[in-house]
């Protein structure tokens, strides 16, 4: 397999192939439905690290107590070793959340999502949150507006998900290159129906999430 950068699609030879396609994910009716999945999947691996092959984040032990040591994120972690990454649910007075679709050449490439991220070194978990919101959707968000409201632990990562009941105008809204391609607001119930679809990434939290939030809400 090969990865190139194509800036243009010049005409097809009178031979062998009939017709050339873009798409964001793999298309239907594949020659070898066995085999390019697989490679469409290491080549996901493989763009992901070209996009954070630099990052570095502060490392937590076990009890989520700072170490005072970094780490290369695209690097194994040692069993012991956790770092922070966090998810920011952006919703509006009408109850309508801000989400973001993924770049092509990303995990989950093509799908809606949350805004999120891995925290870099010096960040706490708010700070993050914050600087997600800005750089995957140009919103500033605000830290009165923000409140954790679930904090998971899996795959050595501490995970918090932020919640910013804040309005905000679509057209305000900033993709960034590479990381996301499309923006548009969802209701619960909208972000549920495209789980089912599978035009959102999914996530095992999702309705309990939801359910904090509702209950947030009312209050």
Same mark, same amino acid.
């Given at each position: 397999? #090969?990865?190139?950068?194509?800036? &243009?699609?010049?005409d097809m030879p009178d031979f062998e192939m009939a017709e050339v396609g873009?798409?964001?994910?793999?298309?239907?009716?594949?020659?070898?439905?066995?085999?390019?999945?697989?490679?469409?999947?290491?080549?996901?691996?493989?763009?992901? #690290?070209?996009?954070? &092959?630099?990052?570095?984040?502060?490392?937590?032990?076990?009890? *989520?107590?700072?170490?005072?040591?970094? +780490?290369?994120?695209?690097?194994?972690? =040692? =069993?012991?070793?956790? +770092?922070?990454?966090?998810?920011?649910? $952006? !919703?509006? *007075?009408?109850?309508? #959340?801000? $989400?973001? &679709?993924r770049a092509p050449g990303k995990h989950w490439a093509g799908m809606w999502? /949350?805004?999120?991220?891995?925290?870099?070194?010096?960040?706490?978990?708010?700070?993050?949150?914050?600087?997600?919101?800005?750089?995957?959707?140009? !919103?500033?968000?605000?830290?009165?507006?923000?409140?954790?409201?679930?904090?998971l632990l899996f795959n050595h990562r501490f995970f918090d998900i932020w919640?910013?009941?804040?309005? /905000?105008?679509? &057209?305000?809204?900033?993709?960034?290159?590479?990381?996301?391609?499309?923006?548009?607001?969802?209701?619960?119930?909208?972000?549920?129906?495209? !789980?089912?679809?599978?035009? #959102?990434? =999914?996530?095992? /939290?999702?309705?309990?999430?939801?359910?904090?939030?509702?209950?947030?809400?009312?209050?």
């Amino acid at each position: 397999m #090969f990865y190139a950068e194509i800036s &243009k699609l010049g005409d097809m030879p009178d031979f062998e192939m009939a017709e050339v396609g873009l798409f964001d994910g793999l298309p239907d009716n594949l020659r070898f439905p066995e085999i390019t999945p697989v490679l469409y999947a290491r080549l996901q691996e493989w763009l992901l #690290f070209q996009l954070v &092959k630099d990052e570095i984040c502060d490392v937590y032990d076990a009890n *989520r107590q700072l170490t005072g040591r970094t +780490h290369r994120r695209v690097d194994p972690m =040692p =069993p012991a070793d956790y +770092h922070l990454v966090v998810l920011v649910c $952006i !919703i509006n *007075r009408n109850g309508e #959340f801000l $989400i973001t &679709k993924r770049a092509p050449g990303k995990h989950w490439a093509g799908m809606w999502e /949350f805004q999120g991220g891995a925290a870099t070194a010096g960040d706490d978990s708010l700070t993050a949150a914050i600087r997600e919101g800005k750089e995957e959707a140009g !919103i500033s968000l605000k830290p009165e507006n923000g409140e954790l409201m679930m904090e998971l632990l899996f795959n050595h990562r501490f995970f918090d998900i932020w919640l910013f009941i804040q309005d /905000f105008d679509i &057209k305000d809204v900033v993709l960034q290159p590479g990381e996301t391609v499309d923006a548009k607001l969802a209701t619960m119930d909208e972000i549920r129906a495209m !789980i089912q679809s599978g035009e #959102f990434v =999914p996530d095992d /939290f999702i309705e309990e999430l939801f359910a904090k939030i509702n209950k947030r809400l009312k209050t």
